[in-house]
C-alpha cells in the first residue's frame, strides 16, 4: 500500500511560484512512477506532469511547458512539482499520484493506483 501526502499549495498572485511536494509511505516508492494531476471547477480532472521511478523519464501538459517542474526525492520519499509563472488558469486542486513502473509506462496515459487528497493552488489576476 502506497499512501501520499500533498503539500504546499496556496494562494499566490499571477507570476508567482510555488513548490508542491507529495510525501509517500512505504519503502517501495522507488519502484513508483508519479504524476500531478489537477481539477478545476466545474472541469475534468486532467494530467499535468509525470516522471519515472529514476527520474529519467518526464512528460508535461503542453501548456505548463516551460513553466512547471517535475522532481522526485528517493531518499526522502518524496516528489515535487515546481509551479513558476502561475497563471490564474492554473487555479485548481493538485494531486499526486503514484503508479508501479513498468517499461511500457507513459505517464499521461497510465492508471494510477494510488492518490493523494489533493492540495489548492489559487492564482490571483
Known amino acids: 500500500q502506497v499512501q501520499l501526502v500533498e503539500s504546499g499549495g496556496g494562494l499566490v498572485q499571477a507570476g508567482g511560484s510555488l513548490r508542491l511536494s507529495c510525501t509517500t509511505s512505504?519503502?517501495?516508492?522507488?519502484?513508483?512512477?508519479m504524476g500531478w494531476f489537477r481539477q478545476a471547477p466545474g472541469k475534468e480532472r486532467e494530467f499535468v506532469a509525470a516522471?519515472?521511478?529514476?527520474?529519467?523519464?518526464?512528460y508535461y501538459l503542453d501548456s505548463v511547458k516551460g513553466r512547471f517542474t517535475i522532481s522526485r526525492d528517493i531518499a526522502k520519499n518524496t516528489g515535487y512539482l515546481q509551479l513558476s509563472s502561475l497563471k490564474p488558469e492554473d487555479t485548481a486542486l493538485y494531486y499526486c499520484?503514484?503508479?508501479?513502473?513498468?517499461?511500457?509506462?507513459?505517464?499521461?496515459?497510465?492508471?494510477?493506483?494510488?492518490w493523494g487528497q489533493g492540495t489548492q493552488v489559487t492564482v490571483s489576476s
Open positions: 499520484a503514484a503508479v508501479k513502473y513498468g517499461s511500457n509506462w507513459y505517464g499521461p496515459a497510465a492508471k494510477y493506483d494510488y
Open positions: 512505504g519503502r517501495t516508492f522507488r519502484s513508483y512512477a
Open positions: 516522471i519515472s521511478w529514476s527520474g529519467g523519464r518526464t
